[in-house]
């Protein structure tokens, strides 16, 4: 009889378990972006709250290495990314007779979807990581806490310039990765393909317009914001030793990885119902 009682006790403890794990999690994650919101605010705040001279001095120097030091990188992506969309797409656009046309699917594609989200992609793991790493070491050898003491705000003088710096300096990386991205492409059509070099940009050109461009760079900058965000706030909350710092990189690329797919589809939503606002009459092109 006593083992018949304890059986359901037994039979109930995993799943007690189980959601108490469940709700731990969520109060964990409602308490981490709860967190995260107001180190986004504070950001906001001493942005606007005024920039002095070391601040403006950091923010050049944080784009000279964010921006022309992950050039070459960003335009070999992007090259070689273009020059595969044209080897996959050529032939199924032979195969219909439409093959002069595959510089407009070429042009739309990387201008509007592949350009912004790979160079957000190498963004985050180089200068993600780059920016949790360096943060997080500061805060480990209490680096910070010296700023604190000296009446110095370390979000001011340590995270403002990095957020700034990756916010303008993508949209600039984005458009040398569209670049290199359609002039890769050109060359495996006209090159390789045979596709004839007037038909390949007189189509790119009719089915490119400025939205399409806009597109672009308003996703650029967003990838930026949520790159630059999320790797100070992992620097400045990272555990202690270099442990701690290792687990913040690696959480710091995955989370923004996530975000930056979130954020394309919310934006591609977003803009493609402002393109139809704006332009009823015209098909969508996002």
Known sequence: MEHNQSWPMRAANPIIGSVAAIGAWAIHAVQTMGDFGCFVLSIVYRTFTGLNRRTIRELFIQMYEMGTLSIPVVMLGGGFIGAVLAVEAYPQFKAIGAGNRVGSVIVISVVKQIGPVLTAVMLAGRLGGSMTAELGTMRVTEQIDALRVMAADPVRTLVVPRVLACIIMTPVLTVFSDS????????????????????????????????TVYVGLIKAFFFGLVISTIACYKGFRCGNGAQGVGRACTESFVAGFCVILLANFILAVMLNNIYVMLWPNQPSIL
């Not at 290199?180 to 317009?209: C, K």
């Open 180 to 211: 290199i991205g359609i002039l890769g492409g050109w060359l495996i059509s006209v090159g390789v393909e045979g596709v004839r070099n007037y038909p390949f940009w007189h189509y790119a050109q009719t089915g490119m317009d400025m939205f």
